[in-house]
């Protein structure tokens, strides 16, 4: 790399010269140069197209032996430039001119200069860059010009480097996510492009798909670009969509714009402008969008969009929506007014404290009738939440709190529920008894206690009665199918005071201790302890209205407090089975059995008995006088302890079943295990205090694959006990209790009543699909960041939504099948088919679909079908609903660069424009 200091004093590339022989050289062109420069600014007329270079003393460059000049050099080069060729670099002394060959390289401040052959002319301050051609015809070292964040490849460049301007050939910049292409341009000292016979594109190869094309444009780097007539040419063919001028936005930071509507016709709402509005670039940390929609029918809509971002505090995005829909025949039109917000906060954390917002809530039809996404219309249940969260330490004990602020909504039943707040406060399991700064070793230092509070207050608009027909009143052996919910009141501000007099507010405290030792080396013990306490805020006093013949409740506020108390003694063991086959020259090797029982011994005082006073005693239930203890805290946010003693033994049994086989194949005698039953459950318990129903219904579960690709899950559970009919109507059973007698019958080999049972089968025919989904889902994780955050999460949970041209197809399937009876009660079965897949057609093609089929109903459910072709710098995208109430299709397509997001053609006949 060779430099020049001011003009610069120039060094042969030959090592031939001699260290004495290049000092003479070097005084002798610095005498020269100067002579010539004062001459040339005498005598030479100045250049009508470059600035001309003004008087300048030289210096001469430090070496080993000389000493710098102190003499600083004055003038129009204000810094140093350095130059470097990798065949030679010749100098003309008469003309001034240096010529470098061979990937040839000059760098002058921020721009830097690279090409196969630069000519630099020290008399008129210019230089000139141009390709060459290598033995094969192949054009080589192409001009390529950087200044700051500008970079231009061109076919010939000429650049004054005094003035800042310059005349290009054949240029290829880009602005933005855009790329100019130019026949001859001409830059002024502002870098403001003038640029002839242009093209404008956001296709990144040499000769692009598509391209804006117009005589002139000009172009303001990290602003504007700024054309004449132009049209759009797509695949060099002409098109006669274009306009008198256009204007394009080419910003390095974000900035304000008008946001273009989507215009069309709806059946029920006439014809339309949506989504159009403005933007709002506040800062380079805070975007806002304000958009509206409006019919020629009335309906009209406003949104507020928004992102912010604080570096390495946090980051998040909202957006505010309200509808005004008109909808049915003039005259007789329905108005229904809506909103929608969705608000999500998520922080960088970097202490121990963390603020996290996710809102999605609305009126209850607002997705129903307003919105495109087909999750958002499948979905009745919308959850929002508000958290922070903290820890601390005192001593060795480590603390955990938050608050929480809660909402969770049901647009099928209308039920809203908040949570306002939700504290809770926790302690680490703690040892007492083990020495400090080292791991408990026996059953004593084992000894652990932890602590958790949560504090809640709940508001709902579901309103609980405050009176009970005696004939609705059902003990827990009792079934009915009369029974009426209370429907939910609408929350609006007319029914708030109902809603908040009916809050619920209430505190639990609960303090585990809990120990493990072995027992003969192989059995785990674990002895436990649990005390739980609840406070309430309010309670119910129950008389009976002999009048009425109801049971009348009445609400009492005050302090409260219900306590409760739990002991449990566990047991597991682990148990190994294996059968060997022969001498084991076979391909199967061996089968092995594992066994994992447990048993766990329980009690639980009964809490309802006066001498701990919490139940209401002796309280009359129906007309007959019978008299029972009732729990006054009923519908509480806290339950308060159950009533009865519990003597509880419990026990489940767990197995797994697997196969060790030689690989094929493979003479180094490897072997390789084979899962049969991945896992095969069986779990009940048994209450030896109880009177009555002591044995606890039964479940079990089996999960296993066949065929290394078909996932089966089964899991059901048996209920011990007969039913017995207290009234029918027309043959049909719709009263029944259920009697402590067993159902078993040996004899018969009946073992109880199936009530519920549930069999899904799953399987992804493609195995490459499995594996991409788990190394996609991989990169996701990995890829993980604060900002991007919700957009990966949306990514995992909707797969369906993003197309993967890698995979040449698959074919997803699940079957699901679930039974259910209760005594005598009709049963219930319902049976489903839900598939999915998709083909690659060729490399840029892929049609995927996605459907269900209801057995029962005898009908599909939600069907899309969708076909997509990459067009590299554009996207095209059918998609098709061809039945059921979202009935409708789409087509677009449109640059995939979102400077040119408007650039599309759209059809869209959503399910509401039919």
Not at 315 to 331: A, H, I, Q, V
Request: one cysteine or more; aromatic letters at 12%.
């Amino acid at each position: 790399m060779k430099q020049i200091d001011g003009l610069g004093t120039f060094a042969n590339q030959k090592r031939t010269f001699g260290l004495t022989a290049l000092r003479h050289f070097c005084l002798l062109i610095f005498c020269f140069f100067a002579i010539q420069v004062a001459s040339a600014q005498v005598s030479s007329p100045a250049d009508s197209t470059v600035t001309p270079l003004p008087s300048d003393t030289s210096g001469i460059a430090a070496d080993s032996t000389v000493a710098a000049d102190t003499l600083q050099p004055t003038g129009d080069i204000k810094t140093t430039i350095n130059y470097s060729a990798r065949d030679s670099i010749r100098f003309n002394v008469r003309t001034q001119e240096i010529y470098l060959y061979g990937d040839a390289k000059i760098e002058y401040g921020d721009i830097t200069l690279k090409a196969d052959t630069i000519e630099i002319n020290w008399a008129n301050n210019t230089l000139t860059a141009r390709g060459g051609v290598d033995s094969t015809g192949r054009t080589i070292g192409t001009p390529e010009f950087t200044e700051g964040a500008d970079n231009y490849v061109a076919e010939n460049i000429r650049y004054n480097f005094v003035s800042r301007k310059g005349i290009i050939s054949g240029i290829v910049t880009q602005q933005g996510e855009g790329y100019i292409h130019g026949e001859r341009v001409k830059k002024n000292e502002l870098d403001e492009l003038f640029i002839r016979r242009a093209k404008y594109t956001t296709c990144n190869l040499p000769d692009p798909h598509f391209e804006i094309s117009a005589p002139k444009i000009k172009v303001i780097p990290g602003d504007k670009l700024i054309s004449g007539p132009f049209n759009l040419v797509i695949a060099d063919i002409p098109t006669p969509l274009g306009f008198a001028f256009g204007m394009f936005p080419t910003p390095r930071t974000r900035s304000s714009g008008i946001v273009m509507p989507v215009y069309g016709e709806a059946d029920t709402r006439g014809f339309f402008l949506r989504d159009g509005g403005y933007y709002w670039a506040v800062s380079d940390y805070l975007g806002l969008q304000f958009l509206g929609n409006i019919y020629t029918k009335g309906s009209w809509g406003l949104s507020t969009q928004g992102t912010y971002r604080k570096r390495y505090a946090y980051s998040g995005s909202f957006n505010l929506r309200f509808n005004n829909t008109k909808s049915g025949t003039e005259g007789l039109e329905d108005t229904r007014k809506e909103f929608w917000v969705n608000w999500s906060h998520s922080p960088q954390t970097r202490k121990n404290g963390r603020f996290a917002v996710s809102i999605n809530a609305g009126s209850s039809s607002f997705n129903t009738l307003n919105s495109f996404s087909t999750d958002a219309y499948l979905s009745n249940a919308f959850n929002s939440s508000i958290s922070y969260s903290n820890r601390f330490s005192i001593g060795q004990a480590q603390f955990n709190y938050g608050v929480n602020l809660r909402q969770s909504q049901n647009t099928s039943t209308g039920t809203v529920n908040f949570t306002l707040p939700d504290i809770n406060l926790g302690m680490n399991r703690i040892y007492p008894f083990a020495p400090a700064g080292s791991a408990p070793k026996n059953w004593l230092q084992k000894i652990g206690l932890s602590y958790n509070f949560t504090a809640t207050n709940r508001i709902s608009n579901e309103i609980p009665k405050d009176i009970y027909a005696f004939d609705n009143i059902i003990t827990p052996d009792e079934v009915s199918v009369d029974e009426v919910r209370q429907p939910n009141i609408p929350f609006n501000f007319q029914n708030l005071p109902t809603i908040l007099s009916n809050a619920q507010a209430g505190a639990r405290h609960t303090i585990p201790v809990s120990t493990s030792f072995s027992l003969f080396n192989y059995i785990n013990v674990s002895p436990s302890l649990n005390y739980e306490e609840v406070w309430f805020l309010k309670r119910q006093v129950y008389t009976w209205n002999a009048v009425d013949d109801t049971l009348n409740a009445r609400t009492e506020q005050g302090f409260y407090r219900a306590y409760s108390g739990s002991a449990s003694l566990g047991f597991s063991t682990r148990l190994y089975g294996m059968y060997r086959f022969g001498s084991g020259n076979g391909k199967v090797q061996a089968i092995r059995h594992v066994i994992n029982p447990s048993l766990s011994l329980g009690y639980r005082p009964d809490f309802s008995d006066p001498v701990f006073g919490i139940y209401q005693q002796d309280v009359q239930i129906d007309r007959a006088g019978t008299l029972q203890r009732v729990n006054p805290f009923l519908g509480s946010v806290y339950s308060a302890p159950a009533a009865g003693k519990s003597g509880s033994v419990s026990f489940s049994l767990n197995n797994n079943l697997e196969m060790k086989v030689r690989e094929e194949n493979d003479t180094a005698q490897t072997f390789k295990k084979v899962s049969l039953l991945d896992n095969f459950g069986i779990s009940t318990s048994y209450n030896l205090a109880a009177d009555s129903f002591a044995l606890s219904p039964i479940n079990w579960n089996a999960r296993t694959r066949i065929l290394g690709q078909i996932d089966i899950n089964i899991s059901g559970t048996i209920d011990p006990y007969q039913y017995a009919i207290l009234d029918q109507r027309d043959g049909v059973v719709t009263r029944q209790r259920r009697v402590n007698a067993y159902a078993f019958d040996w004899k018969s080999r009946k073992f109880g009543q199936l009530s519920r049972t549930t069999v899904s089968l799953s399987t992804n025919l493609n195995p490459q699909a499995l594996k991409r989904e788990q190394q996609t889902r991989e990169a996701l994780d990995e890829a993980r960041t604060p900002e991007n955050n919700e957009e990966i999460n949306r990514i995992q949970q909707n797969p369906d939504q993003y197309v993967d041209f890698n995979i040449p197809w698959s074919f997803r399937v699940s079957y699901n099948l679930s039974y259910s009876r209760v005594g005598y009660f009709d049963s219930s079965v319902r049976q489903s088919l839900s598939f999915s897949g998709d083909l690659s057609i060729t490399e840029k093609w892929k049609l995927s679909f996605t459907s269900a089929y209801d057995f029962e109903a005898k009908d599909f459910g939600f069907t899309t079908i969708s076909i997509n072709r990459d067009l590299h710098c554009w996207t095209m995208a059918f998609n098709w609903i061809p039945f059921g109430q979202r009935q409708s299709y789409t087509f677009d397509l449109r640059a995939q660069a979102s400077l040119l997001q408007d650039l599309k053609l759209s059809r869209r006949r959503s399910w509401y424009d039919r």
